[in-house]
């Protein structure tokens, strides 16, 4: 039988869909939400279930109302959120290695099509999100530069359903880089990106799967960094702030 539809499902989409929004970075943390009326209309939804999804959402940490000439409902810096993914990391052991064997599977085909597929026009806005590594400042613009390059590159692979597949895993996991010592990251994923984009360009299928799967290792082991708090060299807890 199918479930019932009800209001409260329909706020717990809207709160879903505004989430994986802020984590993919296209809502960045201190940035205010369209007013009630227009971002209800935008996702086409009635008033009273935007107003229970922003509810659910200022519960778990994601935006805070402020009041006054300057009020409305703003983005948060996450840290809530960030200490809830690393502490339920932590209670589900192989959690990590699900997501990050899921998300291997699905990417290394991704850059293989795109290796195969691919126009130099479709290469432009994977060049550009490469490119905006070099300059980021903050957690936030690496957040949505890191997001520009996985979606581009799926869609020069050309395939609509791997395209969305890409974008909703993106926003569906929390971004735990947001938990780690800034430069470091950026350095390597931007590496790991050039290498990617190089291997596509030369058409080059398995060693763009490579190069993917590489990147996505040393995601994992910033993964189990963030989580258990120390790597193979055995650095300390202390040493990685949990915001």
């Known amino acids: 039988m199918a479930r019932q539809v009800t209001s409260t499902t329909l706020a717990q989409a809207v709160a879903d869909h505004l989430r994986m929004r802020i984590h993919r970075g296209d809502v960045s943390p201190g940035e205010r939400l369209p007013a ?9 939804v009635a008033r009273i279930s935007l107003r229970e999804a922003i509810r659910q959402l200022r519960e778990d940490g994601y935006v805070e109302v402020r009041r006054g000439s300057s009020g409305g409902t703003y983005v ?40 195969r597929r691919h126009t130099e026009s479709s290469l432009v806005p994977v ?4 490119e905006a590594l070099h300059d980021v400042i ?49 350095e390597e994923t931007l590496r ?10 030369r058409g080059d299928a398995d060693g763009a799967a490579e190069a993917m799967r590489a990147h996505l290792e040393h995601s994992r082991r910033q993964l189990r960094i963030i989580v258990f708090g120390a790597d193979e060299d055995g650095v300390d807890d202390a040493e990685w702030p949990a915001s």
């Open 138 to 186: 903050g957690r936030t613009a690496f957040r949505q530069a890191d997001s520009r390059f996985h979606i581009a590159l799926a869609r020069a692979a050309r395939n609509e359903r791997l395209e969305e597949a890409v974008e909703t895993a993106r926003g569906e996991l929390f971004s735990p880089r947001d938990l780690l010592p800034f430069r470091e990251p950026v």
């Open 36 to 44: 009630e009326r227009e971002l209800a209309e935008q996702l086409g």
């Open 127 to 130: 060049r550009e999100a490469v």
């Open 76 to 115: 948060t810096e996450l840290r809530r959120p960030a200490e809830a993914w690393r502490a339920r990391m932590r209670a589900q052991v192989g959690e990590i290695d699900d997501i990050l064997d899921f998300r291997i599977a699905l990417e290394t085909e991704t850059a293989v099509l795109a290796a």
């Open 192 to 201: 790991d990106h050039q290498a990617v984009l190089d291997a596509v360009r």
